[in-house]
């Protein structure tokens, strides 16, 4: 009899335990943790972990409920990244998951939040399909999308008697960037002369970058050359080695990450637009993650950093909103939801749910005190000032 009652209370004990384990705010990052985008989700971990301190006061708590992040790596394959998914919904029995850093990968996944009927919050991947003709409704995005890179960027550098040529990666982040740019930089004025995709393994970038000067050397008036690439083997560095300057040509890109804006020290005064760069937005958010940042790893905050962050308070915002996990409960209370980020506030749109946000126009400035290139702001491009286009027929 005794032994019996010892045994009904281990597995009390047990079956208390797994109840506690089962309150817990799950959230799944699934994110390209090995291979060529490492950097980045590195920085999206690490936001997120910081977002959901600043959200929670430092409790790690919502509402009563322990936030767990369950991390899985996809390594930027789209099948993995769909495993990944679907083993964080239905066997870690994930509330809500993020991710993923590719844009091919997280197209695959896409259809595996539809399948389970959870919340997909797409951080950092930023192609236009996934908000576009690939979206359903249980996908939010607190990345910027392509168009809103490209309208920026056409907006800093496009104008009337402006000559343009593009170089991108030859896969859906570089095609739909481009898409998004030629029909941004058609408002502005300026002329497109050429396109040039690469598979993102080159670097070799001579011949390409041959083809890019003839198609602008003979055109009167400003001529620019724009790159949208992401990781390894940016070609920045490569263009300018091949003088363009000969030709009248400039360069341009969006921001990057600092390690990459170490290239754009050899870009003194080159113009663009960025997501993110942590001396730019002001705002009380961006105040204590810069300080915070800073004081644990002796680095600002970077450009992905700042995506994670944006998420977590997405998540905190929309579950105290919503006061309940409940997929339904969260839809509802994400369209058109307002939350704050170190960008400043961020909003859903409701036909999408694209994060509508502000972007900023810069100009690289060197300081021979810093490693890499400063992006000195010329103006904020708020969320007014960009005619994001809805693409998902909804």
Known sequence: MRRSLIITTTMLALAAGAAARADDLKVALIYGKTGPLEAYAKQTETGL??????????????????????????????????????EAYQDDKADIAIGTTSSAAALAILPVAEENKKILI?????????????WNRYIFRTARNSSQDAISNAVAIGKQGV???????????????????????????????????????????????????????DKPGRKVIWVIWAGAGNPLAKLQDMDPKRYGIELSTGGNILPALAAYKGLPGMEGATYYYYDIPKNPVNDWLVAEHQKRFNAPPDFFTAGGFAAAMSVVTAVTKAES????????????MEFDTPKGKMVFRKEDHQALQSMYHFKVKVDPNVAWAVLEPVRELKIEDMDVPIRNKR
Not at 54 to 74: C, E, H, P, Q, S
Not at 325 to 336: P, Q, R, S, V
Request: aromatic fraction near 6%; hydrophobic fraction near 40%.
């Open 122 to 134: 797409v951080e950092p991947a930023v192609a236009d399909q996934i908000t576009g003709e690939k």
């Open 49 to 86: 972990q910081m977002g959901f301190e600043y959200a929670t006061k430092g409790t790690m708590t919502l509402d009563g409920r322990k936030i767990v992040i369950i991390t899985k790596d996809d390594q930027g394959k789209p099948d993995l990244a769909k495993a990944a998914l679907a």
């Open 325 to 336: 996990t409940d997929t339904e409960k969260l839809i509802n209370a994400m369209e058109g």
């Open 163 to 217: 000559t343009v040529a593009t170089l991108a990666q030859d896969y859906a982040f570089g095609r739909d960037g481009v898409a998004a740019f030629k029909e941004a930089l058609a408002k502005t004025g300026a002329t497109l002369a050429a396109e040039e995709y690469a598979p993102t393994s080159t670097t070799d970038f001579t011949a390409v970058g041959q083809r890019l000067f003839d198609a602008l050397k």
